[in-house]
């Protein structure tokens, strides 16, 4: 029997670059594709059943632990009776009071004239930066911006606009591409507000000035620091310039405030194009509206006076492992925001390393190219606010372990990398 032309498509892809070194890889090393292996169990005290074992886990992304949290749980609970599953159109016809609501409360949170929730980050990012520019204009890019912008930049280039991306955090880099690209009418100019796999953080002050002087405005992905970042959780933008005056913002919805979906927030006439011209939101779906009873219930606890106090747990884990791997001797990327990864080096050794941490009964996550550089790939571990002094401890433990048996790269010799 001939195979099928899908048949014979899914070979050749497979035949391909990565797809093709992960399977060797996977083929020699079954046991470390740790990305097949299933939850199959969830405790409140941040413990999984991860393939069959229970494990401490270090890799949620739900940094301030309100998963868990009976008052968000409660205002989900609360929006299945009260609207069901499904608002059931997309907001190109209409839109559910709950998301009225929460895009209210988002800006009022944020300080800023107009939100728009879009189902992911991703979607708003490959929606909202095609939507910002028309072939008179311009959209740039840092170089390690995340995926999501630079699938928001192949849009826009096919559909005849300039792009460019400059090199990392380089505000004279920035300013030497837009002078490259004149004339242009406008320009975006999109970057990260923290670079999750180093921590990093852009010197918007700087880049801010460079856009006034030519014409551009700042497009910040400010994913990981939504809620975890700034006073009450502001994230980078306020905190470091003071105003959105010339800056639209991006903000996760589903990482400290462990709902779903992602915003794009500014003035209220930049909110009023992106609804008519981003096509991820007009064409896909939203968030369905139980969701956005819980961002609402968020927003409160954000707001709140307990707020400082969830943060105060939250950094103080983070400071426990960043400096404790530090102090073991490993080059640690990040320690700003509750994300902190320390280097490996190679494919194969950084998932190596992943799978003896989850022996040692904390799951960690193994980030490998083309995620990070070829060769310099990270043990990426997530700080939660909810995680215990003494499960720190047990990581900073294994990690230990782990460096007696792994010749992992010096701080000296990964910086002259």
């Known amino acids: 029997m001939t195979s099928a032309p899908l048949d014979r498509l899914v070979g050749s892809l497979a035949g391909t670059g ?30 999984i059943k991860l393939g069959g074992r229970w494990v401490t886990n270090f890799g949620s992304d739900s940094f301030l632990g309100l998963d868990q949290d009976l008052r968000v749980c409660a205002a989900l609970e609360r929006g299945v009776r009260t609207w069901g599953t499904h608002n059931g159109t997309s907001r190109a016809f209409s839109s559910a009071e709950p998301n009225v609501r929460a895009e209210r409360k988002l800006a009022e949170w944020l300080g800023t004239e107009a939100a728009l929730i ?29 995926n999501s912008i630079d699938e928001g930049l192949k849009l826009a280039k096919a559909r005849g606009v300039r792009t460019a991306k400059f090199e990392h955090n380089s505000p004279a ?43 551009a405005c700042l497009y910040v992905d400010d994913a990981h620091a939504s809620g975890v970042l700034g006073e009450h959780g502001r994230g980078t933008v306020l905190a470091s310039l003071g105003h959105y005056d010339n800056v639209l913002t991006v903000g996760s919805l589903s990482k400290g405030f462990s709902c779903l979906g992602g915003f794009v927030a500014g003035s209220q006439a930049a909110v009023d194009v992106l609804k008519l011209r981003s096509n991820s939101l007009i064409f896909g779906g939203p968030v369905p509206p139980p969701y956005l009873e819980a961002v609402c219930a968020v927003v409160d606890i954000l707001m709140s006076p307990e707020y400082p106090a969830l943060r105060a747990r939250l950094d103080a884990n983070v ?99």
Request: hydrophobic share 45%; charged share 20%; net charge negative.
């Open 18 to 47: 990565m797809t093709r070194f992960f399977r060797r890889m996977f083929d020699d090393y079954p046991d470390l594709l740790m990305k097949d292996l299933t939850v199959e169990a969830v405790n409140p005290d941040r413990t």
């Open 173 to 215: 880099a920035l300013e030497e591409t837009l002078r490259g690209l004149q004339p242009f009418r406008h320009a975006v100019v999109a970057v990260d507000g923290v670079y999750s796999m180093s921590g990093e953080l852009p010197p918007l002050q700087e880049f801010d000035r460079i856009c006034r002087a030519h014409n």
């Open 118 to 146: 879009y189902p992911s980050v991703t979607l708003a990012n490959v929606g909202a930066l095609p939507a910002l520019v028309t072939r008179q204009d311009v959209l740039v890019a840092d170089q390690f911006a995340h």
């Open 319 to 417: 400071r426990k492992l960043a400096q404790g791997a530090a102090r073991r001797g490993f080059t640690v990327l990040g320690g700003l925001v509750p994300i902190v990864s320390v280097l490996i080096g190679g494919e194969e050794a950084t998932l190596k390393a992943g799978r003896f941490l989850y022996e040692q009964g904390y799951y960690a996550q193994s980030v490998v190219f083309p995620a990070v550089p070829h060769g310099h790939g990270v043990l990426r571990m997530q700080v939660n606010a909810n995680h215990t002094p003494a499960q720190v401890d047990g990581l900073l433990d294994a990690l230990t372990a782990l460096a007696a048996g792994t010749a992992v790269p010096e701080p000296a010799t990964a910086a002259a990398a």
